[in-house]
T-cell receptor, first 113, second 113 residues
Framework: AQSVTQPDIHITVSEGASLELRCNYS??????LFWYVQSPGQGLQLLLK??????LVQGIKGFEAEFKRSQSSFNLRKPSVHWSDAAEYFC???????????FGTGTRLTVIP | EPEVTQTPSHQVTQMGQEVILRCVPI?????FYWYRQILGQKVEFLVS????????KSEIFDDQFSVERPDGSNFTLKIRSTKLEDSAMYFC???????????FGSGTRLTVV
């Protein structure tokens, strides 16, 4: 069965610092991988997705993620964090021919001046 | 940018009452979904809907839940007899293709008292 682990419940970074949010998945075949962001009172906004091909994926708002099959990871990165990036970040995994996504528990990002 | 619209944003209901959560998916999307997020827990898949029928459902989606697309634009989730444990944020989503590129709505927070 698929599962997603986000080991960090809460991360605090200074504005301008780099960011890496961790995501590990469990799935037998090549998964579809997603990162979503949720600001307070908002829905889930897709940041980026990986289906196949280049393992380094570029997304919106300056985010990128790298798929590492050997480590079953899909970590989200940003070189320089902005105060507006403060939000909850969710990693999710899907599979071929399936409708549903499996979500991690999320990582709350706090950005300090 | 096209949006998935959910109404109401917050609903309070008494235990045992029926509730209907409403969603307007993106107009050219063919696949529709409901997810829920109990406070502090993961976002969980409830059901997917395609071609006017349920295509997949989770074990959470028991007989007290039902979905309907009553017209060409709305997609509803009905909970027949609400329980305290149904209190959660309910997200509607739609996609053009199966399992690809979901667009989520901003959610309906359901509080059962």
């Amino acid at each position: 069965a698929q599962s997603v682990t986000q080991p960090d419940i809460h991360i605090t970074v200074s504005e301008g610092a780099s960011l890496e949010l961790r995501c590990n998945y469990s799935y037998g075949a090549t998964p579809y991988l997603f990162w979503y962001v949720q600001s307070p009172g908002q829905g889930l906004q897709l940041l980026l997705k990986y289906f196949s091909g280049d393992t380094l994926v570029q997304g919106i708002k300056g985010f990128e993620a790298e798929f590492k099959r050997s480590q079953s990871s899909f970590n989200l990165r940003k070189p320089s964090v902005h105060w507006s990036d403060a939000a909850e970040y969710f990693c999710a995994v899907g599979r071929t021919g399936a409708n549903n996504l499996f979500f991690g528990t999320g990582t709350r990002l706090t950005v300090i001046p | 940018e096209p949006e998935v619209t959910q109404t109401p944003s917050h609903q309070v209901t008494q235990m045992g009452q029926e509730v209907i959560l409403r969603c307007v998916p993106i107009s050219n999307h063919l696949y529709f979904y409901w997810y829920r997020q109990i406070l502090g827990q993961k976002v969980e898949f409830l059901v997917s809907f395609y071609n006017n029928e349920i295509s997949e459902k989770s074990e959470i989606f028991d007989d007290q839940f039902s979905v309907e697309r009553p017209d060409g634009s709305n997609f509803t989730l009905k909970i027949r007899s609400t329980k305290l444990e149904d209190s959660a944020m309910y997200f509607c989503a739609s996609s053009e293709r199966q399992g690809f590129g979901y667009t989520f709505g901003s959610g309906t927070r359901l509080t059962v008292v």
